[in-house]
Nanobody
Framework: QVQLVESGGGLVQAGGSQRLSCAAS????????MAWYRQAPGKQRELVAG???????NYADSVKGRFTISRDNANNTVYLQMNSLKPEDTAIYYC??????????????WGQGTQVTVSL
């Protein structure tokens, strides 16, 4: 059974940096897209950044120029480097892997979430 294990969250001061990691445990086949989402209290979950297997990226407007997503295909790991953090970046961050099994079934795995809190 595949699990996504996140790490790197915590408390940081505004203007600081944090790096989130998410690795898949268990056997996983052909990850197409890796992404980070976040959900702040009282708000809907939103896409922060995504990256395809080929390295194409997309970002929410609110994080462009501050966050960088990257992936290690050999180790089934995705990273989110967050710089110039703002209090409004405070949220639970979730990683997401979407891909296709050997039987061509689509899978959609989520991490358990990691809290990022940015203080003034």
């Amino acid at each position: 059974q595949v699990q996504l294990v996140e790490s790197g969250g915590g408390l940081v001061q505004a203007g600081g940096s944090q790096r989130l990691s998410c690795a898949a445990s268990g056997s996983i086949f052909s990850i197409k897209t890796m992404a980070w989402y976040r959900q702040a209290p009282g708000k809907q979950r939103e896409l922060v950044a995504g990256i395809t297997r080929g390295g194409r990226t997309n970002y929410a407007d609110s994080v462009k120029g501050r966050f960088t997503i990257s992936r290690d295909n050999a180790n089934n790991t995705v990273y989110l480097q967050m710089n110039s953090l703002k209090p409004e970046d405070t949220a639970i961050y979730y990683c997401n892997f979407v891909g296709v099994t050997s039987k061509l079934d689509i899978y959609d795995y989520w991490g358990q979430g990691t809290q990022v809190t940015v203080s003034l």
